[in-house]
């Protein structure tokens, strides 16, 4: 074990990490055993139609999306919890200032995106989503240098936006697209997208950048680089998913009125063209949609994380 924690210190720089890493390795551990384990058990038994009847892949994302709700319930309230109780200290020195629930907060998020990572390469769809991963996984461990961990706590509070993301991906998967619950959790999911990544999480970006400046003779330029560009990216995908998300609903919605009309042109003995294969062309596209769907609304997910 000293052996591990020299080489943290001595080799990684990472002089804060070393009291974390058990919070680290059960959180990470914890978050497996939901995927692997709990999310298939309790996913059968609670919704045995709507889970078991799709493919192993949309069962494996139904898990990730389990995981990342429990995550998000832990994460979002702990963090705001640290901040309440934040030291001036801390926000004194906004780039190398360190508080040790912070540490414990953090290793929590690394445990998930390190869970998340892995996944990403072994159940692979998408080379995004293990940039992703990867990304935020060196980021905040990075930040047990420590460096800019002030900022990280602030940016796990963009997983708010998740939980309702998280609730209209499984409305989708349960047959409930188009129902009022989706419209009303829908409201809450664009509110607190709009409030807490692009309000609040703008001024977050725009005082990181800031503090970037200042430090900039203090630290390697890679890292003005890789901050400064990945905040930038970050922040410019956020307005980006925001208007995804805005176009995903209003289809989702409009759709949903054309239903009716459908319904009356079978009342009165009027069939949908077929395709050959005993699936009408409506819902052919409507299945197209619900993919393209999960991917324009549900791997918005977050700044850093969800899929």
């Known amino acids: 074990m000293r052996a591990l924690e020299s080489f943290i210190i001595d080799s990684l720089g990472l002089t804060t990490l070393p009291p974390y890493l058990p919070v680290f390795l059960y959180a990470f551990l914890g978050f497996s055993l939901v995927h692997q384990i709990l999310a298939p058990w309790g996913s059968r038994r609670w919704f045995p139609a709507a889970y078991g009847s799709k493919n192993a892949r949309v069962q494996n994302s139904w898990s990730i999306h389990v995981v990342s709700q429990i995550h998000t319930l832990i994460i979002v309230p702990y963090a705001a919890w640290v901040l309440w109780h934040e030291s001036p200290a801390r926000g004194a020195d906004r780039a190398f200032g360190w508080d040790e629930q912070v540490g414990y907060v953090h290793a929590i998020a690394c445990g998930y995106f390190l869970w998340d990572s892995l996944d990403a390469v072994i159940n692979f769809t ?38 309702f993301l998280n609730i209209h991906w499984f409305m989708d998967k349960t047959n409930r697209t188009g129902s009022t619950a989706q419209l009303v959790n829908g409201f809450f999911l664009l509110s607190a997208f709009f409030s807490v990544r692009l309000i609040y999480g703008g001024k977050v970006s725009y005082d990181f950048l800031q503090t970037l400046i ?50 009356r042109r079978l009342v009165r003995g009027v069939q949908p063209k077929g395709n050959g294969n005993g699936t009408g062309h409506g819902e052919e596209a409507a299945h197209a949609h619900s993919d393209a769907e999960e991917g324009n609304v549900g791997a918005v997910g977050n700044g850093y994380g969800t899929r």
């Open 126 to 163: 998408d080379l995004g989503f293990v940039v992703h991963g990867v990304a935020c996984l060196a980021i905040y461990t990075m930040s047990y240098k420590p460096f800019v961990a002030y900022y990280g706590t602030r940016c796990l509070l963009w997983e708010t936006s998740t939980f």
């Open 214 to 263: 200042q430090v900039r003779h203090e630290v390697p330029l890679a890292y003005i680089l890789v901050y400064g560009l990945g905040n930038v990216v970050l922040t410019s995908l956020n307005w980006f998913w925001f208007y995804k998300m805005i176009s995903a609903l209003r289809r989702r919605f409009h759709d949903t009125d054309k239903a009716p009309k459908e319904q």
